[in-house]
T-cell receptor, first 114, second 112 residues
């Protein structure tokens, strides 16, 4: 069975600070997908990024960046120069290639103070 | 506008009553999912459907039922057999040959 661990329950930062969210996963499969979703106070989950297990390239999108390391089974997410609008719950998730069912971590609540 | 619509946003029911949560999508997505979210926990999969007239149980299907008679609709019924139904319910859909799912705005169910 797949397991996703987000050890950080809550993170509070002051605006413009960088914040890194940790995600560690467990899987026996060689082909899988990893995701990050953002859940603002409105409740809807917003898709941020997907990585394939065979593509370890890091990715940057604006102030967001992701670091995928198969050797440590980690898929960490960094927000650079955080803003108040980044305040949300962030979920890391895992899916297999045969059914794409998402297994979620418990989420990390990020609070950015002005 | 295309999207996933869940209704209602808030729902209150008395204990022992069945209740049906609506999920409609006009994105022409093949797969649809129901997740449950409890405070401080991640989302857990209740049921999912890859195609019309077919669905499978997820990790916590007991006390729930679904149907998939139309591609765009995937209603979830919370039955009286569900021991702790108060939660936030999220519906999602996924297009064919894509891996990421897209979510509706959720329904917050409170059973009193």
């Amino acid at each position: 069975a797949q397991k996703v661990t987000q050890a950080q329950t809550e993170i509070s930062v002051v605006e413009k600070e960088d914040v890194t969210l940790d995600c560690v996963y467990e899987t026996r499969d060689t082909t899988y997908y990893l995701f990050w979703y953002k859940q603002p106070p409105s409740g809807e989950l917003v898709f941020l990024i997907r990585r394939n297990s065979f593509d370890e390239q890091n990715e940057i999108s604006g102030r967001y960046s992701w670091n995928f390391q198969k050797s440590t089974s980690s898929f960490n997410f960094t927000i650079t120069a955080s803003q108040v609008v980044d305040s949300a719950v962030y979920f890391c998730a895992h899916a297999l290639s045969n059914d794409y069912k998402l297994s979620f971590g418990a989420g990390t609540t990020v609070t950015v103070r002005a | 506008d295309g999207g996933i619509t869940q209704s209602p946003k808030y729902l209150f029911r008395k204990e022992g009553q069945n209740v049906t949560l609506s999920c409609e999508q006009n994105l022409n997505h093949d797969a649809m999912y129901w997740y449950r979210q409890d405070p401080g926990q991640g989302l857990r999969l209740i049921y999912y459907s890859q195609i019309v007239n077919d669905f499978q149980k997820g990790d916590i299907a007991e006390g729930y039922s679904v149907s998939r008679e139309k591609k765009e609709s995937f209603p979830l019924t919370v039955t009286s057999a569900q021991k702790n139904p108060t939660a936030f319910y999220l519906c999602a859909s996924r297009p064919h040959l894509r891996t990421e799912a897209f979510f509706g705005q959720g329904t917050r169910l409170t059973v009193v």
